[in-house]
C-alpha cells in the first residue's frame, strides 16, 4: 500500500509540459488540467533549502508566472509540493555557515522566492506533509491556502537555535495577525497539523490519507471561478496586506544573515549541524 | 503613602526572569500616582544601563482578584489634573513595554479593564485565567481609549480593535482569545500561574540575542516601533485622550459614575 504521507514522483500528473524537462534538478514545474505543480525534489533532506534549492524553486515560480502570464495560459491554481515523507524541513544552512557572504545570499534568495511565490496570479496551495519548519513554515504560510494532516509537524523553531525568523515574520503577521504572530514566533517551538489549523497557520488539517483529494478538491473548486476575478481579488488583498513591500523584505534578509553570523547563532547551529551517528541535516529544534 | 505599607509593586529576579507583580489588590490594582512611580521604577532597576544582566524575559502579574481595573479614579474625581497625568503616564509606559529588550508574558487573572487592558495589550504574549475580563468602558466616564488604540490596531487588527475601542463593551478571556488579544486560556489561576511559569523558563532557555532581536523586528512589521504606531501616532493619541478628559463633559461624568458608584456600595 502506498504510504499516503509520501508524494511520489509518480503521483505527480502525467501530462506534463516541457518545461519539467528543464527542472528536474531540486524542483520541478509540471502543469496538467489547469493546474501546476511546483514540487520541491531534494526528499533525501527532507527538502531542506539549500541554495540550490531556492535557486531551482525561484526558477519553477517564475516559469509558473511567466506561464500564468501567458495569453493562452490554462492555469487556474498552482500546488506547492515536496517529495518525499516532508513538505520541507527548512533551511539547510550547513554548507553556508561560516560563510557570511553566501549565507546573505541564501536569505535573500529566500525572502525574494518568498515574495515571488506570493505575486503568482493565480491561487496557490501548500500541500504539507511531515513537516514545515521554519523557512518551510514560511514557504506553507506565503501561499493563499495551505492543508496538512494531524501528524504533520509545523512552526518555527528559530529562537530555539538563536535564529531570528525575520524572513518569514512579514508573512506571519500577514496571515495570523500580529498579535497571535507574536507570541508564535518569540515562544518557538512546533506543533501538530490540527493545533496549526487552530492557530490560522494552516487553512486545513485533513487525515493523511485525504491529503491529495483535499487539495484536487480545493483546486478544482478554484478552477470554477472566473480566473480574472481570482487574479484581481489576489493582487487587491496582497496590495491591501503589504505583500508587494520589497524593502521589508529584503530588510529582513540582512538582519536574519546578521544574527545567524552572531556567536549565539554560530554556537548553536554549530552544535545542530555537528556530525551525529544517523547524519541528515535535521533542522528541528533541540526538544 | 508611607513605608511601612505593603509595596504597591513586587519585583523578584531569578536568573534571565524577572516577575513583577501589581500587588494593591484591595484597590483592584487601579493605577494610581504611587503604582505608576513604582512600576516605572521597578523598569528602571531592571533597564538602567549599569545593570550588567538586564532580564531576557518579564512576567507582569497581579495579586488579588483582578489584573487591573484602570485608574485611581477616586483620585481623579479629587483631583482634576490626574486624569490627564495618568493618561499622559500610561501612554509612555505602554510604550516603554512595547519597547523593551525584554520579551514581556501578561499573566492576567480577573479584570484587565481600561488601563489595566492597554498595560496587557503592550505585552508580547498574554496567558489568562478563564474568569479575565478585557476591554475599555472608559466611555461611560467620558473618556476615549485613543491613548492605546495604536498599541491595540496592532495587536487585534483593525476590526476587532474598532469594536473593542468604540464599544466600550467588556469581553471574556475566551472572546479576547478569538480577537488575537490573548494566546492562551487557562481553567483557574493555578493552571495559569503553571503554563506561565513553563513559558517564562523556555523562553529563558533560548538565545537571548535572538529573541531581543525577533522582537524588535517584530516592533518594526507590525508597525508598534517609535516609526510607526508608537512614535508620532502615539504622541497625538495621548494628546486628543488628554483633550478629552480636559472637557466638561468628561469632568461631569466621571463625578457622576464616582457618586452612583459610592452610592451602590
Known sequence: ?287 | MTTNEQPLIISQRAGRLLTITLNDPRRRNALGTALFDQLERALDLATAPEVSDPPSVIVLGATGSAFCAGFDLEACVQDAALLPTFVDRLGRLTARIRALPAVVVARVQGAALAGGCALVMSCDIVHASADATFGYPVHRIGVSPAVNVPVLLATAGLGAARRIALSGEIITARQAESLGMVQSVHADERTLHAAVAALAESLCAKGPHALRTTKAWLNQVDGTDAAGFLGAAATRAVQATIDVCRTAESRSMLESFWQQRRSRA
Open chain 1, 1 to 287: 500500500m502506498r504510504d499516503p504521507l509520501r508524494f511520489a514522483a509518480s503521483a505527480r500528473p502525467k501530462r506534463s509540459t516541457t518545461l519539467e524537462r528543464t527542472m528536474t534538478e531540486r524542483a520541478s514545474l509540471t502543469i496538467a488540467d489547469g493546474c501546476a505543480t511546483i514540487l520541491l525534489r531534494r526528499a533525501e533532506a527532507r527538502n531542506a533549502l539549500d541554495c540550490d534549492t531556492i535557486a531551482a524553486l525561484r526558477r519553477c515560480i517564475d516559469a509558473a508566472a511567466a506561464e500564468c502570464n501567458s495569453k493562452r495560459s490554462a492555469i487556474r491554481s498552482i500546488v506547492l509540493a515536496g517529495e518525499g515523507k516532508c513538505f520541507c524541513a527548512g533551511m539547510d544552512l550547513k554548507g553556508v555557515l561560516h560563510d557570511a557572504v553566501r549565507m546573505g545570499d541564501m536569505l535573500r534568495g529566500l525572502s525574494s522566492a518568498l515574495l515571488a511565490l506570493r505575486q503568482l496570479p493565480v491561487p496557490t496551495i501548500a500541500r504539507v506533509q511531515g513537516a514545515a519548519i521554519g523557512g518551510g513554515c514560511g514557504l506553507a504560510v506565503v501561499c493563499d491556502f495551505a492543508i496538512t494532516h494531524p501528524e504533520a509537524k509545523l512552526g518555527y523553531p528559530e529562537v530555539d537555535l538563536g535564529v531570528c525568523p525575520a524572513v518569514v515574520a512579514p508573512w506571519l503577521v500577514r496571515r495570523i495577525g500580529a498579535g497571535p504572530a507574536r507570541a508564535m514566533l518569540l515562544a518557538g517551538g512546533t506543533m501538530g497539523g490540527e493545533e496549526a489549523a487552530a492557530r490560522g497557520l494552516v487553512t486545513r488539517c485533513v487525515p493523511a490519507a485525504d491529503l491529495d483529494a483535499e487539495v484536487a478538491t480545493l483546486a478544482a473548486r478554484l478552477a470554477t471561478g472566473g480566473a480574472n476575478a481570482l487574479a484581481c481579488t489576489k493582487r487587491m488583498l496582497n496590495e491591501l496586506d503589504g505583500s508587494l513591500d520589497e524593502k521589508i523584505a529584503a530588510e529582513a534578509a540582512e538582519l536574519s544573515a546578521r544574527v545567524i553570523a552572531g556567536p549565539e547563532a554560530q554556537a548553536s547551529l554549530t552544535r545542530l549541524y555537528a556530525p551525529k551517528p544517523q547524519g541528515g541535516p535535521a533542522a528541528h529544534p533541540p526538544r
